[in-house]
């Protein structure tokens, strides 16, 4: 537990002296994806950069260059007007474009195309968000974590009522509350160092992520958690309450490592070969579940342990 108390720690020093960089989901702006013509990707970037900065007038601008000659393009808000106007100029630079438009959400304008007519510029992806409904949308995320804490934290209480020896159901509830804690600031302290030495962005997808997280993560300590009540009906006379919860560990040890060592892989996979914009939404879940993992053994089981341990002394 001294492990995961340093890195929840260092998370918590490193959010509170960082911060996060929002994404466009949250304090507005402008994502737009195009695929070039082939050529030398770091150059082009510079060119696209110079473009939006010198030609359009641009300030902030981010250029991301990815997979299979795409370019991630992170500007400040602008209006479909702006967004066809810019789109005729860098037509007029970088070669020909025949986009079929979606219709725009309120409040976001979206576009997707099919292929390019020439050799030249392909746009895959327009997302426009105006500051109002970043905030909202930071605001909702914020609440959906929080009530998602809260909301397992009782349901596991009240599923555990009716084991009240030698630890109560509450506190079953209040320990898997500070493993869902744990699993969540561990990969969000990352992303505030991230955001620091690198400028990556957390946005919606950051926050689905951490939802993810918590799901698996409580159905892990669940598993664990259900077997020591099992063993607990079985045996409570016959063996103290630190043998029956090793005793559960060690029985749900083998499924537990081999349930998340599959999903790594699969992620992991993703990581090194999916989509660029899937990149850091694969990280968050990648470090996440590791997390979770190591808490449903290491953390929550030892806790149960201490909690018990506490009650028997203040006897």
Known sequence: ????????????????????????????????????????????????????????????????????????????????????????????????????????????????????????????????????????????????????????????????????????????????????FHDVAIPSGLFAVLGWKLGIEIDTNFIVALLVIMGFSVHDTIVVFDRIRENLIISRINAKFSEIVNNSVNQTLVRSINTSLTVLLVLLALFLFGPVSLKYFILTILVGIIGGTYSSIFVASPALVIVNRMGESSK
């Open 1 to 180: 537990m001294s492990i995961s108390a340093i890195l929840v720690g260092l998370s918590i020093i490193a959010i509170l002296f960082f911060g996060f960089k929002s994404g466009i989901d949250f304090k507005g702006g402008t994502l737009w994806q195009v695929r070039l013509a082939a050529g030398d990707q770091q150059q082009t970037a510079d060119k696209l950069k110079e473009f939006f900065e010198k030609d359009i007038g641009m300030k902030n601008v981010v250029i991301f260059p990815a997979a299979d000659q795409n370019y991630l393009i992170r500007i400040e808000s602008i209006s479909e007007e702006n967004h066809q106007q810019y789109l005729n100029s860098l037509k007029s630079k970088f070669g020909n474009i025949n986009p079929v438009r979606d219709r725009p959400a309120e409040g976001t304008a979206t576009t997707a195309s099919g292929r390019s007519v020439s050799n030249g510029v392909e746009e895959l992806r327009f997302e426009s968000i105006g500051p109002t409904i970043g905030k909202e949308l930071e605001n909702k995320a914020l609440w959906a974590i929080a009530l998602v804490i809260l909301g397992i934290s009782i349901y596991v209480a009240y599923a555990f009522r009716k084991v009240s020896y030698p630890v109560k159901s509450w506190k079953y509830g209040l320990i898997t509350l500070i493993t869902l």
